[in-house]
């Protein structure tokens, strides 16, 4: 038996990367996963790979007529959704305070904060009839401390975590469970040039963190696992937000 078994599940981001990790993740613990993302041939590529447990929808995750058509596919393919995953986001280098572009700043916000609250709203209803799921946002340490010149994205990441409560709050009638996610200095095609040995030995533990250690806690979250675990910050960073 899978820890997912007979769950369906939308992921966001999911073309590449953690993303990618956790729609994989997924499927082997026996879920049925709508997995969203911009980036339309790996998408696809992924898709072809993983066979009849997936399907590939090219998603803008701030356009709101977007997000009824993946809830609505999600339906048609699978059944009610039981998990969504909030995964997808991005970081524009050098938005600081001082010399931050509005549109720039405007544009991080859209794409870490709003879609969270688009794709929270748009499965409640599916989630009610399934009986109850799991929403999982993932925001970043950025999220719980301040990150250096990194203005939007701390706001963004701020907001999800407050959201994330929030969300907890109202629905918990109604069975669905919401956590945030705070990852901290992973390594990823984005991050993997800043990995160096002497950068290492300043975190806690004496190493960056894998993708696959936030695939691990993020099955968690979606399985039954934590069915008592709603409306709380899971920080998977190597100890980075103790010091």
């Known amino acids: 038996m899978g820890l997912l078994d007979g769950k369906v599940a939308i992921i966001t981001g999911g073309a590449k990367g953690m993303g990618a990790?956790?729609?994989?993740?997924?499927?082997?613990?026996?879920?049925?996963v709508i997995f969203t993302d911009i980036l339309e041939n790996e998408g696809q590529a992924l898709a072809q790979e993983l066979g009849n447990s997936v399907r590939f929808i090219k998603h803008d995750v701030t356009n709101e007529d977007d997000w009824k058509d993946v809830v609505q596919a999600s339906i048609e393919a699978f059944g009610n959704i039981n998990i969504l995953v909030n995964n997808a986001g991005i970081d524009v280098p050098g938005v600081n305070l001082e010399g931050a572009d509005f549109s720039t700043y405007q544009k991080v916000i859209a794409v870490n904060q709003h879609s969270v609250f688009l794709g929270m709203r748009a499965v409640v209803e599916s989630m009610k009839k399934a009986g109850g799921g799991s929403i999982i946002n993932i925001s970043s340490l950025a999220g719980m401390v301040g990150a250096y010149k990194k203005v939007a994205y701390t706001a963004s990441k701020f907001a999800v975590r407050g959201m994330t409560k929030a969300a907890a709050l109202e629905?918990?009638?109604?069975?669905?469970?919401?956590?945030?996610?705070?990852?901290g200095f992973i390594v990823t095609d984005m991050t993997r040039n800043l990995v160096s040995?002497?950068?290492?030995q300043t975190l806690p533990i004496r190493r960056a963190g894998k993708i696959e250690e936030v695939t691990h806690l993020v099955t968690y979250l979606a399985s039954d696992q934590s069915s008592y675990s709603s409306g709380s910050e899971f920080v998977v960073d190597g100890g980075l937000g103790a010091q």
Not at 173 to 183: A, E, G, L, M
Not at 197 to 200: D, Q, S, T
């Open 197 to 200: 040995p002497e950068l290492e």
């Open 171 to 183: 629905l918990g009638d109604y069975n669905i469970r919401v956590n945030s996610v705070h990852p």
């Open 21 to 32: 990790s956790h729609v994989r993740r997924f499927v082997d613990e026996g879920a049925k």
